[in-house]
């Protein structure tokens, strides 16, 4: 019998063991490992995550979070479903412990028609679309500018970095220091900074990008900030993040993008290619 139980960081092996086991028979799961889901647990502290098992199995995963989008509140939702256990109603009684007191939106890809079908019989409505890119000659770092250099991220950098990215990113999700500094925790991931030269204390943009465990690198975020827009940053610190991948031995690099993004016009130049589209769906209360 099936039985839901709150999450606790000792479920993490089930839970990346389910993820492995859906993987091998539905490539739009993906296989992760107990430390990078307990990791990816502890960066989510305001979600809520519940976990449906059988007996020492578990059979299905859901989770919420809160997000800001300009002015809009919403839980941003995943629901997963073992894939030799769908079409059984374990998907409706995952949806039912998600928050009701927000509207609540996720990201299915227009293959995944049964998902589309799922949310739009609860409700939900498609609102935004991303592009899903990728780029196969990873290449090696540009040449060096005198005006500004790329380093590390430190713990100091991460205020900075919150208000950039919600000033340049104002159609997407607000983030904050706390959430930046959390996601920095994970082993394989990398964040890197652009400073000037004459005032490296000083953010003008920043990276998120990691190696996934099949060894192609992955670009979480890159934010220049409006202040220092229109120079070139932008491509630079893309040519040097593609170079540091490449350096991991990453064959290629992939990113999603809002549709309505400029920055989509940046990634075409630089010879990503779109794979496929997200859509965002979201209710209505």
């Not at 086991?21 to 307990?38: E, I, L, N, S």
Request: net charge negative; proline share 7%; glycine share 6%.
């Amino acid at each position: 019998m099936t039985r839901f139980r709150p999450y606790q960081e000792a479920d993490a092996p089930a839970v990346a063991a389910f993820f492995v086991r859906g993987a091998a028979q539905d490539p739009g799961m993906r296989a992760v490992t107990a430390p990078q889901w307990a990791a990816f647990a502890a960066r989510q502290r305001d979600a809520r995550f519940s976990n449906l098992w059988d007996g020492d199995q578990v059979v299905g995963v859901a989770y919420a979070w809160p997000h800001r989008v300009g002015q809009e509140h919403a839980y941003h939702f995943c629901i997963f479903v073992d894939p030799t256990r769908r079409r059984m109603g374990l998907g409706s009684r995952l949806f039912e412990t998600l928050p009701q007191d927000l509207p609540v939106q996720c990201r299915i890809q227009p293959k995944w028609t049964a998902g589309a079908a799922f949310v739009e019989a609860k409700g939900l409505r498609p609102t935004r679309a991303w592009i899903n890119m990728t780029q196969s000659n990873v290449g090696s770092p540009p040449s060096p500018r005198a005006d500004f250099v790329t380093r590390p991220a430190e713990v100091s950098d991460f205020d900075a970095m919150a208000r950039i990215n919600n000033r340049a990113h104002h159609f997407e999700s607000e983030t904050t220091a706390d959430s930046l500094a959390q996601h920095a925790k994970d082993e394989s991931t990398s964040v890197m900074v652009l400073v000037p030269t004459a005032s490296p204390e000083d953010i003008a943009g920043f990276c998120i990008y990691e190696r996934e465990p099949d060894g192609t690198g992955w670009i979480d975020n890159i934010v220049v900030s409006p202040d220092h827009q229109t120079r070139g940053l932008g491509r630079h610190l893309m040519e040097t993040v593609m170079g540091a991948l490449g350096a991991m031995e990453c064959p290629s690099v992939s990113l999603q993008v809002n549709a309505d993004n400029p920055a989509v016009a940046l990634y075409d130049a630089l010879g990503f290619v779109a794979r496929s589209r997200t859509r965002l769906y979201t209710s209505s209360t």
